[in-house]
């Protein structure tokens, strides 16, 4: 929970992680405490879409890149309606935002959305130590939260843990929306929010498809009452341990096209039958290499996510659905970042090829969705 107040700038402000490492700074954004759990983000664009990315729901996001706030904020990147993150650490925060889109700087937004954050402290160092501790539960306090060591570590340690949250239902859509073809109308598909970004819908849309989002908790009654020509598993936060495959079971046995992404990847992984864990530190950033193994290509790619798929990398698995194999790994830990069937139209990836910001080598895979449906309908 987060408690704030305004009046940042040269506020002290401490973060405390789980183990009991701190690092002190000044406050950023709004001033108060906040909880969750400390991830990395090695971006060096994009800060506006991080923040506002529903699979950094209940994470403490630390930016490698030293300088954050150059741009500013504006209208128009936003990917929700709201900043999701838990908490935001930057080393050295921008004074003056510079951008002809900047509405307001990155601080007043912090402040308006009641974000607590920390600056000017070394990241560099904090990356280090979550890189060879792991991931880990984090605190943020700032003005009059600031008390005793103990006592703001045994707040730290009273935070709920990553493993087995359900946390979709709690960033996705109540109520389901359309996100209209642009031109002419070639395919429906139905959305299934999990923590959607803006921009995937969008994606689709500029392949003609009109895209029906439903909330995470839609039937499978509800997916096939809009007569869907294929079904897209969003990203989302939280264990994929904890998900109900009901409906993406339903949806393998009738063998329409599928296409997930990150939450959706796993929750694909899981609903064939293999598990998932938890990363040590995860993936986070727009620069993770990796190798689509259908065309040996290498791509940049945008990612989010602190669980991955247990599948062998190098066989073909027999599923209660066909045939699955990897399509897709990571070239930096050999991590699964993609499944696909081979005996039916199904298929998913880690990343995020809708690339907000990021780069938009994975594009193809939003065409390799519409070719499935085009041999679907044939």
């Known amino acids: 929970m987060t408690t704030s107040t305004r009046g940042a700038g040269k506020t002290p402000a401490v973060l405390v992680l789980e183990d009991g490492r701190s690092f002190r700074g000044r406050a950023y954004g709004a001033v108060g405490e906040t909880f969750g759990e400390a991830v990395f983000n090695t971006g060096m664009t994009g800060y506006q879409e991080t923040l506002t990315d529903p699979s950094y729901h209940r994470q403490v996001v630390v930016m490698t890149a030293p300088h954050v706030g150059n741009t500013g904020v504006n209208d128009e990147d936003d990917e929700s309606k709201k900043i999701w993150v838990a908490g935001y650490v930057v080393r050295d925060p921008a004074r003056v935002p510079s951008n002809w889109r900047s509405r307001r700087s990155l601080d007043e937004e912090l402040v308006h959305q009641g974000i607590v954050g920390i600056s000017g402290i070394d990241t560099r160092a904090l990356t280090r130590h979550l890189r060879e501790r792991g991931a880990m539960r984090v605190g943020i306090f700032s003005g009059n939260a600031i008390a005793d ?45 999990l923590g959607i970004k803006g921009m995937t819908p969008r994606r689709m849309a500029e392949r003609g498809i009109e ?75 727009i620069n993770q290499p990796v190798q689509d193994r259908t065309t040996g290509k290498v791509e940049v790619t945008a990612h989010n996510h602190g669980f991955a798929v247990d599948a062998p990398l190098d066989k073909v698995s027999d599923t209660p659905y066909g045939r699955a194999e990897v399509s897709h790994v990571c070239l930096n830990d050999n991590v699964v970042e993609g499944l696909q069937l081979l005996d039916q139209p199904a298929f998913s990836v880690q990343y995020h090829p809708e690339a907000a910001a990021g780069p938009h080598d994975a594009a193809y895979l939003f065409d390799r969705f519409v070719e499935l449906m085009e041999g679907q309908r044939a």
């Open 211 to 285: 895209v029906h989002v439903l909330p995470a908790t839609a039937t499978a009654e509800e997916v096939y009452a809009v007569n869907p020509d294929g079904v897209f598993l969003s990203n989302g936060p939280g264990d994929p341990a904890t998900a109900d495959l009901t409906v993406i079971k339903a949806v393998l046995e009738r063998k329409t096209p599928l296409f997930g992404i990150c939450f959706g990847n796993q929750l694909l992984g899981r609903s064939l039958g293999f598990g998932t864990y938890k990363l040590k530190y995860g993936h986070r950033g």
């Open 149 to 193: 060591d103990g006592m703001l570590l045994a707040k730290v340690r009273q935070g709920a843990e990553m493993v087995g949250a359900n946390l979709s239902a709690e960033v996705a859509t109540t109520e389901a929306y359309v996100v209209p073809a642009i031109g002419t109308k070639r395919f429906t598909v139905a959305a299934i929010d």
